[in-house]
């Protein structure tokens, strides 16, 4: 998703489902990257959403 402006939010699920971080972005382009702290998350596998409302995307990503 790109060259869309506007604040996009995120969310961070555990593999159980259970949300345990949020926030929001704002940015005119999502193919850019964006820093977001996770020290605070234990080693495992998460899925991040980011959405504006209207269209939303999913990743999975592995921290270690």
Do not use: A, C, R
Request: glycine share 10%; aromatic share 10%.
């Amino acid at each position: 998703i790109s060259g869309i402006d506007g604040t996009w939010n995120y969310e961070i699920y555990n593999s159980y489902g259970s949300n345990m971080k949020s926030g929001s972005i704002t940015t005119s382009d999502l193919n850019i990257i964006v820093p977001i702290e996770t020290s605070e998350l234990v080693p495992g596998i998460y899925q991040m959403k980011v959405s504006n409302g209207v269209m939303s995307k999913h990743k999975l990503f592995i921290k270690i």
